[in-house]
């Protein structure tokens, strides 16, 4: 899953398990896990609604959200950012769906739509779901099997919605040769079948043990056929959360209100205590995070869920204004290998200003910790490793020594001035300061430099296309882990199938690599765990598609008046729908 911030660091997660403190009404902060803890997979298939009342909640009022970062797309289809899927949990429901246990923070996948987490055929290439019956739409429709197998046909259009995860692709029946339900022979797919309203069965090509996980997705939300107005359907969703959209103006603002049909006594896992929420996005993140820790007024309603930058530290006298957690991801430097050659690719790695850079976006210590794998502490596998020059630290190009060793390389490989270009935001001012950096340093070293500014607005959908007209940058550059396996990390991100699908970082296409993946794919979940190391060192080593800076943890700022404001360590993002006012 793609992370969320395309701003101070160019830039997804599910699922980290480390101990933060039990939060209370107080928002009391708990201790930052970093990169602590693995991650487990944890699961209750019989867990029922309502989800748990939270300690001192109370009811009624607005919470703003001031995001200085735009999500690409409301449709749940094409949904693979954290914060558009942690935003969309407010109003979407899926078959399965994470909640935070209270005392201990951990995250435990249970059923949402469905009235179980599936069940597996002996073959291991059925499942079948049994749905919850009642269960409305905010027009007051019911909800059936059908509007399931819809969405999961719409999920194939990949391109149309080619932002979206593609695991459905990969793993589902006729998954490579079915092209969704615009296509002249999208009515039928072998895939899926809905026997009555309240069953859906889906029909593998190879066994994914981890489809209750996926299923969380937002691209399991039910969509009636009758109500898909392709990309426009973003507008005017149907709602089965507790909130639906009241309006919204894509880049600029999302409006929630309450949904009157959502039904607390079958969803395990949301609230429903404010009247609304009113996103805003494309701010200025200094600005809105100085107006947050204030809390004058109404921005005692408000938070950002960005990591608090760091020209801000001095000025937090609150400490339980920032909430702090974990978070399996990796942010990293990617690059083109179709484009740029490896040996000019470690060039590039040498010549990157890890510190400066540091300093320029803003980032902390402990919300930022310098990364040397591509796989993070908190997945199972993990195992550490360095390599010369890899390692999130130095100064690189920033030493005149450094720069004249990289520019003379450059030269004896026949490759002066070789161009390397990016997008950056250029309404914001620390992409701004950023792009300003790389493109002075990475000129010292002997490159020559092109990038294009573009609104922030628009910038995540530009880099997601895998045959973009630049060189470096293109997502997903950082990664979290969709579920606690080497699974959601490896196949996904560098086979090379990947392109086609909208995940590769780094563009790889070698068969010797693919078969290595698919054989460690292959083993059990205990031999998987031994090999996946082995795995993460040999595309850093022998191919080294982008280069890792840090594994990131949270710490955002929250306004005074805000209850129960707590990380979801399977996004790193706040659990929207447990917040509350303590004054509403």
């Known amino acids: 899953m793609q992370w969320k911030r395309i701003t101070a660091v160019s830039a997804t997660v599910m699922l980290a398990v480390a101990a933060c403190g039990s939060p209370s009404a107080s928002n009391k902060p708990g201790s930052n896990a970093t990169i602590a803890g693995a991650q487990v997979k944890a699961t209750d298939a019989t867990a029922k609604g309502p989800a748990p009342e939270i300690d001192g909640a109370k009811k009624g009022g607005t919470i703003s959200v001031l995001s200085d970062v735009t999500p690409d797309s409301f449709d749940p289809t094409n949904t693979y950012y954290v914060d558009g899927t942690q935003i969309e949990k407010l109003y979407f429901r899926a078959l399965t769906q994470y909640k935070l246990d209270e005392k201990t923070q951990k995250p435990i996948l249970v059923p949402d739509l469905a009235e179980d987490l599936g069940t597996k055929s002996a073959d291991g290439l059925t499942w079948t779901f049994k749905l919850k019956k009642g269960i409305k739409y905010d027009d007051g429709t019911p909800v059936k099997a059908v509007d399931f197998a819809y969405a999961i046909k719409r999920s194939f259009a990949h391109e149309l ?92 603002e999302l409006k929630l209100v309450k949904n009157t049909f959502w039904d607390p006594a079958t969803d395990p896992v949301r609230h429903q205590y404010v009247d609304g929420f009113d996103f805003k996005f494309s701010q200025d993140l200094v600005k809105v995070q100085r107006q947050v820790l204030a809390s004058s007024g109404t921005d005692a309603n408000a938070l950002n869920y960005s990591n608090l930058d760091a020209s801000l530290l001095n000025e937090v006298k609150d400490p339980t204004q920032i909430v702090k957690g974990p978070q ?216 080294l598609p982008s280069v890792p800076l840090y594994y990131s943890a949270s710490a955002f700022p929250v306004g005074k008046n805000i209850g129960h404001a707590v990380n979801d360590p399977t996004q790193g993002m706040p659990e929207f729908t447990s917040l509350f006012l303590k004054q509403p």
């Open 328 to 543: 399996p991801c990796v942010i990293t430097y990617s690059m083109d290998t179709r484009k740029i050659p490896f040996e000019v690719r470690k060039l590039i790695a040498e010549a990157y200003p890890y510190a400066d850079w540091r300093k320029v976006a803003g980032l902390t210590p402990d919300t930022a910790i310098p990364a040397s794998t591509y796989l993070p502490p908190a997945v199972p596998g993990y195992e550490k490793y360095e390599l010369p020059g890899l390692n999130g630290t130095g100064k690189g190009a920033s030493d005149p020594a450094i720069a004249q060793k990289v520019k003379d390389k450059l030269k004896e490989l026949g490759k002066e001035n070789f161009e390397l270009s990016w997008y950056y935001s250029n309404d914001n001012p620390i992409t701004t300061q950023v792009n300003a950096l790389r493109t002075q340093v990475f000129q010292k070293a002997g490159f020559k430099v092109r990038t294009i500014g573009v609104p922030s607005a628009k910038i995540r959908t530009l880099i997601g296309k895998q045959d973009a007209p630049v060189n470096i940058g293109k997502a997903p550059a950082n990664w979290c882990s969709d579920w606690p396996t080497g699974t959601s990390w490896f196949p996904v991100l560098y086979k090379s199938d990947a392109i086609a699908l909208g995940n590769s970082q780094g563009q790889l296409q070698d068969p010797k690599l693919d078969a290595e993946i698919d054989r460690v794919a292959a083993l059990s979940p205990e031999e998987q765990l031994k090999e996946w190391t082995k795995v993460d060192k040999m595309i850093m080593q022998d191919y």
């Open 161 to 252: 919605y080619d932002a979206g995860p593609a695991y459905q692709i990969q793993f589902f029946k006729d998954g490579e040769k079915y092209k969704g339900p615009y296509d002249a022979n999208g009515k039928n797919y072998a895939g899926v079948e809905t026997p009555d309203d309240s069953t859906l069965v889906i029909h593998l090509a190879k066994k994914f043990d981890d489809l209750p996980f996926f299923a969380a997705f937002p691209m399991f939300t039910p969509i009636p056929e009758k109500a898909d107005t392709k990309k426009e359907y973003e507008l005017k969703p149907k709602s089965t959360g507790p909130y639906k959209v009241a309006s919204l103006t894509p880049g600029s």
